[in-house]
């Protein structure tokens, strides 16, 4: 089964409908989570369904929705402000526990990043939260009609520009925002929280991810979008998001199935390594690595699975690009030179034999790996050469050119 979405409509906090979209996983979704857009944005915006995909890739299934009077959401949107937005997401809340499985996990991009703070203590299934360029108090977004306010407060409301488009802004939205608390609903939520903000965020200033971080009880952690806009408007920040949500989120939002799978996979004792399946999706599994370290290893959904950790052949490559840098590292010791890092990047081919000037096969295909070695310090160029000439040396590099016997027994 691959991944799909699902269009559903569910009655908002003052019985309006609005518009939804469920995005699925392949097979059970390890947890369900809800994403809550930006002002004046809506469920489709380039964040929202990239992050989506991210999370679906991973098990996660990702319930994003209008808010009232915006996007494909009836209503009107001069009635709404910051309080019935957070009805909204109660409502999302409601609708997924009725008719699928509670959120544990809330997501909000900016102004939906102080809704869901503000929402959490009414999701009681939530374990975790995570804001996007999130503003720490809701009139924030006050700044953005600055300069129709004094015609907001004479005539009760006013038409302004947001993001190209007209939006009538009434009073009420005005007092509804500043009077809300939203440092003490961080301080009380009791979640998990992670913190997404770019230090160059021009709409939302990097201070506000400092007063959320700082109201918020741990468990708490903050993730740095170095140069990444507002709006995630490139695909690898949103990817990045993705990639590192789903990581902190298996912490606090894995389902039982998957956890079980994962304590029985720790089994491994010292100098051996134990591969468990999960039972999530087509090829996921546990690694453990002498009962001390685990991972995941997965295929990317192109090739039918969920892509929660690297492939086989990544693992291969990690493994002697490992190998490659430690080698170079113990040289560069044992010789005195002054070397500050080594990098080694890998790719690994299938190409036919017919092409390899030194390879002893001459039909068919055979794999090829290809790694680029790049040595860092105050050194000549001679000497780069040097350590680089020696990680074709690492112990893995010769196992890989070596003959390698390999016995499986089936065990009863």
Same mark, same amino acid.
Not at 3 to 27: C, M, N, Q, V, Y
Not at 49 to 72: E, M, Y
Not at 308 to 335: F, H, I, N, Q, S
């Given at each position: 089964?691959?991944?799909?979405?699902?269009?559903?409509?569910?009655?908002?906090?003052?019985?309006?409908?609005?518009?939804?979209?469920?995005?699925?996983?392949?097979?059970?979704?390890?947890?369900?989570?809800?994403?809550?857009?930006?002002?004046?944005?809506?469920?489709?915006?380039?964040?929202?369904?990239?992050?989506?995909?991210?999370?679906?890739?991973?098990?996660?299934?990702?319930?994003?929705?209008?808010?009232?009077?915006?996007?494909?959401?009836?209503?009107?949107?001069?009635?709404?402000?910051?309080?019935?937005?957070?009805?909204?997401?109660?409502?999302?809340?409601?609708?997924?526990?009725?008719?699928?499985?509670?959120?544990?996990?809330?997501?909000?991009?900016?102004?939906?990043?102080?809704?869901?703070?503000?929402?959490?203590?009414?999701?009681?299934?939530?374990?975790?939260?995570?804001?996007?360029?999130?503003?720490? %108090?809701? &009139?924030? *977004? +006050?700044?953005?009609?600055?300069?129709?306010? @004094?015609?907001?407060?004479?005539? !009760? =409301?006013? /038409?302004?520009?947001?993001?190209?488009?007209?939006?009538?802004?009434?009073?009420?939205?005005?007092?509804?925002?500043?009077?809300?608390?939203?440092?003490?609903?961080?301080?009380?939520?009791?979640?998990?929280?992670?913190?997404?903000?770019?230090?160059?965020?021009?709409?939302?200033?990097?201070?506000?991810?400092?007063?959320?971080?700082?109201?918020?009880?741990?468990?708490?952690?903050?993730?740095?979008?170095?140069?990444?806009?507002?709006?995630?408007?490139?695909?690898? %920040?949103? &990817?990045? *998001? +993705?990639?590192?949500?789903?990581?902190?989120? @298996?912490?606090?939002?894995?389902? !039982? =199935?998957? /956890?079980?799978?994962?304590?029985?996979?720790?089994?491994?004792?010292?100098?051996?390594?134990?591969?468990?399946?999960?039972?999530?999706?087509?090829?996921?599994?546990?690694?453990?690595?002498?009962?001390?370290?685990?991972?995941?290893?997965?295929?990317?959904?192109?090739?039918?699975?969920?892509?929660?950790?690297?492939?086989?052949?990544?693992?291969?490559?990690?493994?002697?690009?490992?190998?490659?840098?430690?080698?170079?590292?113990?040289?560069?010791?044992?010789?005195?030179?002054?070397?500050?890092?080594?990098?080694?990047?890998?790719?690994?081919?299938?190409?036919?034999?017919?092409?390899?000037?030194?390879?002893?096969?001459?039909?068919?295909?055979?794999?090829?790996?290809?790694?680029?070695?790049?040595?860092?310090?105050?050194?000549?160029?001679?000497?780069?050469?040097?350590?680089?000439?020696?990680?074709?040396?690492?112990?893995?590099?010769?196992?890989?050119?070596?003959?390698?016997?390999?016995?499986?027994?089936?065990?009863?």
């Amino acid at each position: 089964m691959a991944p799909k979405s699902e269009k559903i409509t569910f009655a908002g906090a003052d019985g309006t409908p609005l518009a939804a979209r469920l995005d699925l996983p392949e097979g059970k979704p390890q947890a369900y989570a809800i994403w809550a857009h930006c002002f004046s944005c809506t469920k489709d915006i380039f964040a929202a369904s990239r992050v989506a995909a991210g999370l679906t890739a991973r098990g996660i299934a990702v319930f994003r929705f209008d808010f009232t009077g915006l996007g494909a959401s009836e209503g009107d949107f001069a009635n709404t402000n910051f309080s019935s937005n957070v009805g909204d997401l109660v409502c999302a809340a409601n609708h997924l526990r009725e008719n699928f499985e509670a959120p544990k996990m809330l997501i909000g991009h900016s102004l939906g990043g102080a809704a869901v703070l503000a929402a959490a203590s009414k999701v009681p299934e939530a374990e975790a939260v995570c804001t996007i360029g999130a503003p720490a %108090d809701p &009139a924030h *977004v +006050a700044h953005l009609f600055q300069d129709a306010r @004094a015609e907001i407060e004479e005539k !009760g =409301e006013a /038409e302004v520009l947001l993001v190209g488009r007209p939006f009538r802004i009434k009073k009420q939205f005005l007092e509804d925002i500043e009077g809300q608390k939203l440092e003490h609903d961080i301080a009380t939520m009791k979640k998990a929280l992670l913190v997404f903000h770019s230090p160059i965020d021009a709409t939302v200033g990097i201070e506000n991810a400092a007063r959320i971080f700082q109201a918020a009880k741990h468990p708490k952690s903050f993730v740095s979008l170095d140069d990444a806009d507002h709006l995630l408007s490139r695909k690898q %920040d949103a &990817a990045y *998001v +993705a990639d590192v949500l789903a990581a902190w989120a @298996a912490r606090y939002i894995c389902s !039982g =199935e998957t /956890e079980k799978a994962a304590a029985s996979a720790v089994n491994a004792e010292p100098g051996t390594v134990v591969v468990t399946e999960t039972g999530q999706g087509k090829f996921a599994n546990t690694v453990s690595v002498g009962g001390r370290h685990s991972l995941l290893a997965d295929e990317p959904a192109d090739y039918g699975g969920t892509d929660t950790g690297p492939t086989p052949y990544d693992l291969v490559l990690a493994g002697l690009g490992a190998c490659k840098t430690m080698t170079m590292r113990l040289y560069a010791e044992r010789k005195g030179f002054p070397l500050e890092r080594t990098q080694v990047t890998l790719k690994h081919n299938k190409i036919h034999a017919d092409d390899c000037a030194t390879c002893e096969s001459k039909e068919g295909r055979i794999d090829s790996i290809e790694a680029e070695i790049e040595v860092f310090g105050d050194m000549d160029a001679e000497t780069r050469r040097k350590i680089a000439a020696i990680a074709e040396k690492c112990p893995v590099h010769r196992t890989l050119q070596s003959e390698v016997v390999i016995e499986s027994r089936h065990k009863e």
